[in-house]
T-cell receptor, first 112, second 116 residues
Framework: QQPVQSPQAVILREGEDAVINCSSS?????VHWYRQKHGEAPVFLMI?????EQKGHEKISASFNEKKQQSSLYLTASQLSYSGTYFC?????????????FGQGTRLTINP | DTGVSQDPRHKITKRGQNVTFRCDPI?????LYWYRQTLGQGPEFLTY????????KSRLLSDRFSAERPKGSFSTLEIQRTEQGDSAMYLC??????????????FGPGTRLTVL
């Protein structure tokens, strides 16, 4: 079942912060975050593997709440380069490999 | 460039024609995935290979779709008798064989198919 992302779209001014949420009705074992710019491939940001884990990547970080079956992506002091559509992917194991089921995406627009 | 590559990047075809796409994964990545993405949606899983073995096919993959990965390197995705509903971006991803740990999937730039 597809995870649900919120909000569907965000418009910010450069320097502002944003939070993108990803929730699932099924138990989560890992959450994968990607960013996709228009016409380009999804680019891997980070994986969160266990409940309570937090990770950071420059000014982009994420948390994973296994109990609530949700993950949140935090973008602080946003830059123009952060614009794009953010997808979370939840894992469904297929004979040992991770088939990802993606949310519908959150479109982030950063204005100068 | 050591990333995942796909060819062609764009394909326009008439309804009823057959099309074939190619994906070259990152060298030494054992796992290869095909996804389909339509406008405004996230990628949807189509099929998965571990080396040359096709281990999973989505229900989205009708009989008109076939995928191969001979020799466990590059992969091809063929669509026969294309329909307008096949218009989408077809993405390929690869990941290394990493035992029990979760793998990062690295995506290629995709092939955008337009069926007229």
């Amino acid at each position: 079942q597809q995870p649900v992302q919120s909000p569907q779209a965000v418009i910010l001014r450069e320097g502002e912060d944003a939070v993108i949420n990803c929730s699932s009705s099924k138990a989560l074992y890992s959450v994968h975050w990607y960013r996709q710019k228009h016409g380009e491939a999804p680019v891997f940001l980070m994986i969160l593997l266990k409940g309570g884990e937090q990770k950071g990547h420059e000014k982009i970080s994420a948390s994973f709440n296994e109990k609530k079956q949700q993950s949140s992506l935090y973008l602080t002091a946003s830059q123009l380069s952060y614009s794009g559509t953010y997808f979370c992917g939840t894992e469904r194991t297929v004979q040992g490999a991770q088939k990802l089921v993606f949310g519908q995406g959150t479109r982030l627009t950063i204005n100068p | 460039d050591t990333g995942v590559s796909q060819d062609p990047r764009h394909k326009i075809t008439k309804r009823g024609q057959n099309v074939t796409f190619r994906c070259d994964p990152i060298s030494e990545h054992n796992r290869l995935y095909w996804y389909r993405q339509t406008l405004g949606q996230g990628p949807e899983f189509l099929t998965y290979f571990q080396n040359e073995a096709q281990l999973e096919k989505s229900r989205l993959l009708s009989d008109r779709f076939s995928a191969e990965r001979p020799k466990g390197s590059f992969s091809t995705l063929e669509i026969q008798r294309t329909e307008q509903g096949d218009s989408a971006m077809y993405l390929c991803a690869s990941s290394p064989l990493a035992g029990l740990s979760t793998d990062t999937q690295y995506f290629g730039p995709g092939t955008r198919l337009t069926v007229l």
